[in-house]
């Protein structure tokens, strides 16, 4: 159920107490032993404010909370506030320019100290500095100012009407973090506070006790945690590194892991290992796309360092229009799907699928047309040559395309070079370990931020129900760059005029309706009118529990790690 306008009504803190509650009230704060959690994508930071990646926002959410959350209804419901502001109950101001959260009484860090709103207004002007690359700024686009009113109260103020005010510490991309711990890591110093994104202190229900970079975080219950019976387990171990059959394995069939995120397995694979009858599927479908991105700066090595892949220097062939055209018009997504998700995939020409009401009618991708493909090139001017590449004015049309290393992925990456090869395409293929690629380390070549590749293939998601806040992560501003330390989510360079302009429209429109429209012409822009974005799979959201461990319900729109509190050991 998606939010239809500001005057409907939300969960209050008590009904939002039991709408969470998916277990019967634990006797006693850890009492159900270890927690053993396999992010196979490991972690390399704990600051969700330094990475784009979901395995850090999952890893963060254990510890850091926001002031709100996404239900799996897709309703907003209270984290650390006590209800949810709207212009009904007076939190949000009549013209919404402002919105006022007020804080739960008594919620503590897990060192013993108060929340405050200070802590919340810290959290605003760090993620807000332009020098500290926040990578999660476009949750706060068009915020002026955040104030701490009284110790308890918080109130945003926006630089215009703001219709949809629920971006700002809504969802496990935007928690509060302590300000008496990161107020020396402001600005440029932000990704050097080594031990601050290591070990961040928080008010959710486990703290960390170890945390070793791209491998192993561990965790104990926080003893200051709100609820005194909770959370269940007095450990966790969540293990990175391996891959997703790996990871499958170790719950279905070995019974070593409790929770394995992130499986990626032919629909055959899956099946065998669910057969052994430790374990079961954890799907739901949200708005994750499995998608290809055309680099539209140049990327090459001959470039001097910090020049290379901006757009100091536009890409030499993907730039051209009819090429990325024809790069999409190759690939035949249903059988991409057939072969690596079955019926937890959909093959599909958006970015944002879903919620249904914001998804564009928009299906020409799904027919595959390997000759038009080949007349598009051709009538760009590139023609073939003797070794049976195309090549224009002397270029080559040869692509770097990287992904992870991950079976299904591969097999895309093979098929999708043969797809290319018959239409005069030379594709060289580049695997990085996950916990690199999806890395924050602004001096690594191999994230996919900095995108020292032609091509490359992930798989992005948004949290909640509303797009507004993932389709203005293709601003101009959000290009990452060395000047903002690698750290923005526009990873593909995407930068037109008439794009911002509906970003700020979006800004300024109210109306769940209105709001749709606006996002079906953005998923257009940059789906089949620029093809700089190509749509492969809509994913299901699938993980794998073991059949020991109770009260887990997937959420598509938020971490999947929402309601860890309630999570217990059960018998089989």
Known sequence: ???????????????????????????????????????????????????????????????????????????????????????ENGGISDDMTTITWKLKEGVKWSDGTDLTAEDVKFTADYCMNDEGGCAQAAKFEGVTSVEAVDPLTVKITFDSPRPYPYAAFVGAQAPIIQKAQFENCT????????????????????????????????????????????????????????DSTSAARAVLETGEYDYAWNIQLAPDVLEGMLAAGKGKLEVDFGATVEHILLNQSDPSPSLPEGERATLKHPHPILSDLKVRQALSMAIDRELLNEIGYGETGKATCN??????????????????????????????????????????????????????????????????????????V???????????????DPGSPDTIVKFYADVEMYTDVYDGTDPGSFLSERSCASIPSPENQWQGENTVRYCDEEYEKLIKEMAQTSGIEARAELAKKMNLMITRDSMTHLPLIARGRV?????????????????????????????E
């Open 1 to 87: 159920m998606v939010i239809n306008s500001l005057k409907t009504g939300l969960l209050t803190s008590a009904a939002a107490v039991l709408a969470l509650a998916s277990s019967p009230a634990h006797a006693e704060r850890g009492t159900d032993g270890e927690l053993n959690l396999l992010l196979w994508q490991a972690p390399s930071t704990l600051n969700v404010y330094l990475s784009t990646g979901v395995k850090e926002m999952l890893a963060s959410s254990l510890i850091l909370e926001p002031l709100a959350i996404f239900a799996p209804d897709g309703e907003i419901v209270p984290a650390l506030a006590q209800d949810i502001p709207t212009l």
């Open 187 to 242: 600005g440029a110093q932000a990704a050097t506070c080594t031990e601050e994104n290591f070990g961040p202190i928080g008010t959710g229900p486990f703290r960390a006790t170890g945390f070793k970079t791209n491998d192993v975080v561990t965790l104990e219950a926080n003893p200051e945690y709100r609820e005194a019976d909770k959370p269940a387990f007095a450990t966790v171990t969540l293990k990175g590194g391996g």
């Open 543 to 571: 993980s794998v529990s073991s059949n020991r461990l109770g009260g887990v319900h997937m959420n598509p729109w938020d971490s999947e790690f929402w309601n860890v509190a309630d999570w217990t050991r059960v018998e």
């Open 426 to 440: 030379e594709t060289e293929l580049k695997t990085v370990d996950a916990s690199v690629y999806f890395g924050s």
């Open 351 to 424: 970015m944002v699928p879903n919620p249904e009401i914001y998804a564009s009618d928009n299906d020409d991708c799904l027919t595959q047309d390997i000759e038009g493909a080949k007349a598009l090139l051709e009538e760009a001017g590139w023609t073939v040559g003797g070794d049976g590449i195309r090549e224009k004015d002397g270029v080559k049309l040869k692509l770097l395309f990287q992904t992870s290393v991950n079976a299904v992925r591969q097999d895309f990456q093979a098929l999708i070079k043969q797809w290319w090869s018959e239409i005069g």
